[in-house]
């Protein structure tokens, strides 16, 4: 036994209300454990609380009964004899009347109450007592949440655990429940609540009984909460979700059929709600409940029922296109929820009258007349969106009528069945005879109800013209069709495909049917059908190719083949072997005498390589042959039209042609890209461009460069053209390992085609420079150039020499022909172009060395800052006297250039210099040229004075900022932003500029979205917030004046003291904004006014 | 059934899905149409519910007309019921809101649809009254309301 002193401390610590929640837990965990170990009797212990259980100090008191239900929770399982709880729960049950200390009572009633039977429980009659004190005394409404909640507890576990002694209690019981019940709001609370009315009705089924009575008024407290509104946003909070409160309050309407007459009106009302989850949850309602209140009772509602599922099934249907329907014309619906749970009441109800509804659905007019209208001949391409979704949604309706039972199945076979087989016979013309077999099949076994039902469906697809789709499952559902049956399952579809081009739905059915077909030969390994699909399939529509037979569409017909073809590996071997024959065949018809059909046939079968074809090689682990092969083609083609002129020039076959060529080499491996490339090199080298090749080449280049360069700037013929492209395209797609041949004279080459704007050269010469081994002792046995010869032949070539001051490695070299060269092309147009063709090109080559960090990108960023200050000075523009017009014209666009060069060399481009065409990248490499190149650029717009250097020197500012990683600027955010702002002022002046200066404030928006700009961004605030005013009203671009709205919102967020004093300012520019003529830059500027104007007053502020 | 909510359960409808607008050219300039203002306006809380004028069918874009040259825009809003006290309070925030989002030269006339409210005329005069509209507007109990219908985020 332990001594009182031992366990009253812990009485005294629990009820001293100034000890910690922890402490008196603890205290309390002390004395269960005394009790239920008998170190202490339960007796003892009341006789010890004696005083604190009945002090008149409310405080003391209820903390006494607290200790004392808390206990007894703790004990729940120790046994204790019939006459302890029979005064325990005596004296709790008194206590229920003493508000002041009533959770403890709850607490101990509750204790109790719950006891299994094996250790004691109360016995019926104190329960009875329990009840009566509850209804007399407890005002539930008037009581905190967690009382509150005791309460309900209490009540729920006297109506389940003790139906009996609550029985007799009637009347009184059920206006102490709606009482206790009305207007409750917290959630954990109404579930209990819900509870306790499910409990209570399913406890008086008698439709006479004390419930009958209470039934309206319970459900008028009941009917509020439909349908459940949760406004909490994270149900987390409260530890309810709204679909459990939606749960019990479901079990709770459908506790009894007495709730029939007032919850079925309701539900039927809020039907009447266009908001969906009201919907839904009215239906699932309606589903769950129309069972439990028994067909009888449910009978009087069949005809509003029926009208609603009708108005939501039929007369708007609200199902989705799913995705992948898209290509079959749209048959294929995802049911909205709604229309779920309207099928599934749909269903409840036919099985339980399904007469009655049968009689209405048969009977509707307006279903009779709708399939009607469906019963002739229809083309689904002129069927509107909602006819397909009233059509899919009227076989759902009639499946699920079907499905309910045998006998209504057949009702709904008698109604529309011949009517539909009549249908049939036009709608799907040439097939009717196999349809008509799979319907015989289905008519034979009418009467095993399982098949039937499932054809319902079907046959109902039928008349939306899905017949074929059928057909595509049937070799897969009736396994056992014999080879015949499926050859001429094969014809038919390919017919039709012939056929039906025009039609485009049924058209991607029947090709989709045949696809499937044949992933289905693949995936089951059937080794004759295969061999039938190859040879009915394939080699049909492989033999389209070339032939104008049938007269469909050349996409569609390559539509066709590559779908074929993509069904297994074989086919797919089939296909290429076509239409490589169809290349050989075609491609010199199509590039040498610009034959319209074969130009056009060409390039679709070049796309559906690059695009398709190569790809999916790629993709299934296929040989590089096809690729190589590819390759291989068009070099001979083009090798062996050598002696012909070529008069009509066809870009697009061209730019197929590159692309195509760049896909099939970046996918050889090093050895064929060898072959391919000395394969171009011999035809290159036979072409006119090279009268090089007779010459001491290697030596005299130098010397002869200039007149060499005069002589063929205009003289490069088409077919030049079309081989330096496709050189340049194999060029750009090599491995970096792949070793390039005769590379000097390559490079003069491209070098010579760049100069005329041939960018792919350019990008050719990019790539080489980034993918040549850098040190001589990492080279390929033979190869003769490294990438430090290779950047002398370049920046050695004359071309570059228009820059007088130019930076390039050994330009000394020319000397004095510099100069003359030099004043040269300042004089004529022509020499400009060639000059910003120049510039292009380095541009690109630029990009190749930066990409690979290597030095020469120095030299080559020297070049470009030289032109744009060279000019100027040279030209001499002082800003107090007028430029001299022709100069102008001239210097600009070459600056212009120059500033571009910049964007060329940090943007990624898709066609060459990528991770796709093996470009060596070196990581960070942006973040090291902004490094190197900022320094530079601002030291050069320090010094420059003219208007138009300082433009454009911002220009390739703004085109290197917004290129580069914010990550790699925003530590230096607080330099960067006043140059950005400087950018930006001196930008607006010229219209030109517009999309740069876009480029340059979304660099700004980043620095002011980003955290760790957040300190430059208030030491520049009032800076930051001028210069957007002033973009706020950019004339010449939308986008410029919306971002900058935005950016002025966005500003609205920095601490008070240091904006308010632009408020005033930006609040006028804004409101002029308000006026703007474009919508989006007006909706910006209400938000960016909100913000701006409830930074000053409290009461905006939400 | 608690006292002074003057329509206790409303049907409440669906919000209609923000259409994008397709890409207007984009040289012309975009008028103000209907359904600009009634993006602006959809969203107000309604004075007694958790609700969007938009939800209770207080508002469609129909019921908005708008003349870009002359200046002009007209609101006709429907209240849930015939004598709805809250009538007034909804035809401020909307005033309010389209102070808000409009340049000054645009006249505002809003008013409530014929046969829809039991004093329709005075609640008329009421909202298009410069004077009684300032006044309503600086009693604080009435700008609180309307600040918290238009800037509600209980939505």
């Known amino acids: 036994m332990a001594k009182p002193t031992e366990y009253v401390k812990h009485i005294e610590s629990y009820v001293d209300s100034s000890s910690s929640p922890s402490q008196q837990a603890a205290s309390v965990d002390a004395l269960a454990i005394l009790l239920r170990n008998d170190l202490l009797t339960l007796e003892a212990l009341v006789r010890e609380l004696d005083l604190y259980l009945t002090t008149t100090d409310s405080i003391i008191r209820s903390r006494g009964i607290l200790l004392l239900g808390e206990l007894l929770t703790q004990l729940e399982l120790k046994p204790l004899s019939d006459a302890a709880i029979h005064s325990l729960i005596g004296f709790l049950t008194e206590r229920l009347e003493d508000w002041r200390a009533l959770r403890g009572a709850l607490v101990g009633c509750l204790a109790l109450l719950r006891r299994k039977t094996d250790v004691g429980v109360v016995t019926e009659n104190d329960a009875e007592a329990v009840m009566k004190s509850y209804m007399q005394y407890l005002q539930v409404q008037s009581m905190g949440q967690h009382d509150r909640k005791l309460c309900f507890e209490l009540l729920e576990c006297l109506l389940e655990r003790y139906p009996n002694a609550v029985q007799p209690l009637g009347n009184e019981l059920f206006y102490s429940i709606c009482e206790g019940i009305d207007e409750e709001k917290d959630p954990q609370c109404l579930i209990l609540a819900f509870h306790i009315v499910e409990v209570a009705a399913k406890l008086f089924p008698d439709p006479s009984g004390p419930f009958a009575s209470y039934a309206a008024d319970i459900f008028e407290i009941l009917g509020r909460y439909f349908p459940i509104h949760f406004t909490h946003p994270k149900s987390e909070d409260i530890g309810v979700s709204r679909d459990e409160l939606s749960r019990a309050l479901l079990l709770a309407f459908a506790a009894t059929p007495l709730f029939e007459p007032f919850a079925i009106p309701l539900l039927l009302d809020k039907l009447s709600s266009s908001l969906p989850s009201a919907k839904v949850e009215s239906f699932k309602y309606l589903g769950y409940c129309a069972p439990m209140y028994g067909s009888d009772r449910m009978a009087k509602h069949g005809g509003a029922l029926w009208s609603s599922v009708k108005d939501v099934l039929y007369t708007s249907p609200e199902s989705a296109l799913s995705v992948e329907s898209e290509s079959d014309g749209g048959m294929i619906f995802e049911e909205s929820d709604i229309m779920v749970e309207a099928l599934i009441l749909l269903e409840g109800l036919m099985q339980q009258n399904s007469d009655l509804l049968l009689d209405m659905i048969l009977g509707d007019e307006d279903i009779n007349n709708f399939i009607c209208s469906f019963l002739k001949p229809w083309d689904i391409h002129d069927t509107p969106l909602q006819l397909r979704q009233q059509l899919h949604s009227v076989g759902r309706l009639l499946a699920v009528s079907a499905k309910s039972s045998m006998a209504s199945c057949n009702r709904v076979f008698e109604k529309f069945f011949p009517q539909m087989m009549e249908a049939l016979g036009c709608s799907v013309g040439n097939h009717s005879d196999e349809s008509f077999a799979t319907e015989d099949r289905a008519l034979s076994s009418r009467f095993n109800y399982e098949a039937v039902s499932g054809n319902a469906q079907s046959s109902f697809a039928y008349t939306g013209v899905k017949g074929l789709q059928l057909l595509a499952t049937f070799p897969r559902s009736f396994a056992p069709v014999s080879l015949l049956l499926f050859e001429n399952i094969l014809l038919k579809l390919v017919s039709a495909i012939t056929s039906n081009f025009d039609k485009k739905f049924s058209w991607g059915l029947e090709l989709k049917a045949l696809v499937e077909i044949g992933l289905y030969i693949e995936g089951y390994q059937e080794s004759e059908k295969a061999a039938t699909f190859a040879r009915i399939v394939v080699d049909k529509f492989v033999s389209w190719i070339s032939s104008d037979e049938p007269a469909m569409p050349l996409s569609l017909k390559m539509q066709a083949i590559c779908e074929t073809g993509m069904t297994g590996i074989s086919n797919m071997l089939r296909i290429v072997q076509g239409m490589e024959k169809a290349i050989s065949a075609k491609f010199t018809q199509a590039y040498v005498d610009g034959n319209f059909e074969s130009v056009e046939l060409v390039i679709k079968v070049l796309e559906c390589y690059s695009a398709r074809v190569l790809p999916w090689f790629e993709m299934n682990g296929g040989s590089e042959e096809v690729a190589w092969n590819l390759a291989a083609i068009i070099w001979d083609k083009i090798d062996n039209s050598s002696s012909v002129n070529l008069t009509v020039q066809n870009y697009e076959l061209l730019g197929a042609a590159m692309t195509a060529m760049k896909q099939a080499v970046r996918r050889c491996s090093q050895e064929s890209q060898e072959k391919i490339v000395n394969r171009a090199f011999r035809v290159l080298s036979a072409s006119t461009l090279f009268p090089l090749k007779d010459s001491p080449f290697a030596t005299s280049l130098s010397n002869s460069e200039d007149s060499y360069l005069n002589h063929h700037v205009d003289r490069v013929s088409c077919r030049d053209e079309w081989i330096i492209s496709l050189y340049a395209s194999v060029v750009i797609a090599l491995r970096p390992q792949t070793h390039v041949q005769n590379l000097k004279m390559v490079l003069q080459l491209f070098i010579m085609a760049l100069t005329k704007g041939h960018i792919p050269s350019a990008q050719a010469l990019g790539s080489l420079v980034n993918k040549l081994p850098s040190k001589t002792n990492e080279r390929h046995l033979s190869q003769e150039y490294g990438v430090e010869e290779a950047i002398d032949v370049i920046l050695t070539s004359s071309i570059w020499n228009f820059c007088q001051s130019n930076t390039l490695r050994k330009c000394s070299l020319f000397g004095g022909g510099n100069e003359i060269h030099n004043t040269k092309c300042l004089a004529g147009l022509n020499h400009t172009s060639v000059h910003i063709s120049a510039i292009v090109g380095l541009a690109w080559i630029g990009k190749g060395l930066i990409m690979r960090g290597h030095e020469g990108i120095k030299d080559i960023t020297m070049t470009f800052l030289g032109v744009l200050l060279e000019n100027t000075n040279n030209g001499d523009f002082p800003e107090s006297c007028d430029p001299i017009e022709g100069k102008e014209q001239e210097v600009i666009p070459l600056m212009k250039s120059a500033a571009d060069a910049f964007h060329i060399l940090l943007s990624d481009s898709e066609d060459c210099l990528n991770r796709n065409y093996h470009s060596v990248i070196r990581p960070l490499y942006k973040q090291r040229f902004y490094n190197s190149v900022m320094p530079l650029l601002l030291s050069s717009t320090r010094q420059s004075n003219s208007i138009i250097t300082r433009s454009m020197l911002f220009r390739s500012f703004a085109h290197v900022i917004s290129e580069t990683p914010l990550s790699a600027m925003i530590s230096e955010a607080n330099k960067l932003i006043p140059l950005l702002l400087d950018s930006l002022s001196t930008l607006t002046e010229d219209v030109m500029h517009k999309d740069v200066i876009y480029n340059v404030i979304l660099v700004l928006s980043a620095i002011l979205m980003d955290k760790n700009g957040q300190v430059a961004v208030l030491e520049n605030a009032q800076a930051i917030i001028n210069q957007l005013i002033g973009l706020a009203a950019y004339p010449h671009m939308m986008v410029i004046r919306e971002t900058a709205i935005q950016c002025l919102g966005a500003m609205s967020e920095l601490p008070y003291a240091r904006i308010y004093p632009s408020r005033t300012k930006v609040l006028q520019a804004i409101s002029k904004a308000l006026d703007d003529p474009k919508r989006a830059v007006r909706q910006e500027a209400v938000r960016c006014r909100q913000a701006w104007a409830s930074i000053a007053s409290r009461s905006l502020h939400f | ?155």
């Open chain 2, 1 to 155: 059934m608690t006292l002074g909510l003057i329509n206790a359960n409303p049907v409440v409808h669906a919000k209609k899905e923000r259409v994008a607008r397709p890409l207007d050219d984009p040289h012309a300039d975009d008028a103000v149409d209907p359904l600009e203002i009634y993006d602006y306006v959809r969203d107000i809380r309604d004075p007694e519910h958790p609700y969007s004028l938009e939800q209770l069918s207080v508002l469609s874009e129909e019921s908005i007309t708008v003349d870009e040259k002359l200046g002009r825009i007209l609101i006709t809003f429907t209240p849930t019921i015939q004598h709805c006290s809250m009538a007034t309070v909804i035809g401020l925030c909307l005033r309010e809101k389209l102070k808000d989002c409009f340049p000054a030269h645009f006249k505002v006339d809003i008013k409530v649809a014929p046969g829809s409210h039991a004093d329709e005329e005075a609640v008329n005069k009421q909202l298009n009254d410069k004077e009684r509209v300032a006044a309503a507007l600086e009693n604080p109990n009435l700008r609180q309301l309307v600040t918290e219908c238009l800037y509600s985020s209980e939505l």
